[in-house]
Structure formats: C-alpha cells, structure tokens
C-alpha cells in the first residue's frame, strides 16, 4: 500500500524508500493533531524514514511495526490506522532497499 483511496504509479526509476518517505510526509501534513497516537505516531515514522536515507541505517526502523499497532488501535479516525502501511509495505515488499540502505538505480 502506498496510498490512501488512490493509486500512486510508480516506475523502476524511483527509490522505493523516498516513495514511502512521500507518503509520510502526507500523512503528518495531513492528520488534525486530534489525537496523540496518529499526531506522534506520523512525525516519529517519518522522522525515522528521514533518518533511514540519511544514514542507511536500517536499525532506525525497526519499531514501525509497533509503532503501527498503536496507531491502529490508539487513533480516532481511519488517517492514523493507516499511516504506517507505506513503509510497513515497503520494507515488506523490498527488503533488499531496506537492509542494504543504500540508492535503488
């Protein structure tokens, strides 16, 4: 999933984790800040993807998963419960970007 009630198209040029460092960014610009778990939970995981691409450091994101659980059951609206599938996904679906932590050609 990178993506909310859309289709996000991409081709073999662009850097998987910058694509779901793209949709982090969506999600903390747009959750109201209501409540706490999708207001914390989408700038720690877009502060992590952040790091992530700065460092390759793959270690800066191994609590997406938990992070996730929180906000799945801790927010208020559907935004929250589905803010961490764009890298929850991505690491899935990539796992050699995510290890490596190194630029997809």
């Given amino acids: 999933m990178l ?5 996000v198209v991409l081709n073999d ?5 910058r694509a779901a460092l793209w949709q ?7 959750s109201c800040g209501q409540c706490t778990p999708c207001r914390v939970g989408c700038r720690v995981q877009r502060q ?3 790091r992530f691409l700065e460092t390759g450091d793959a270690a800066v994101l191994e609590h ?5 659980w929180e906000m ?5 609206c559907g935004l929250g419960m ?3 599938l764009p890298i929850q996904s991505a690491i899935k679906h990539f796992p050699d970007r995510f290890a490596a932590g190194k630029e997809e050609p």
């Fill in 24 to 30: 982090q960014v969506f999600f903390e610009d747009e």
């Fill in 82 to 84: 589905v803010a961490s």
């Fill in 48 to 50: 992590a993807t952040d």
């Fill in 64 to 68: 997406v998963d938990e992070l996730h």
């Fill in 3 to 7: 993506g909310s009630a859309g289709v």
């Fill in 72 to 76: 799945d059951e801790g927010s208020i």
């Fill in 13 to 17: 040029t662009v850097d998987i984790a």
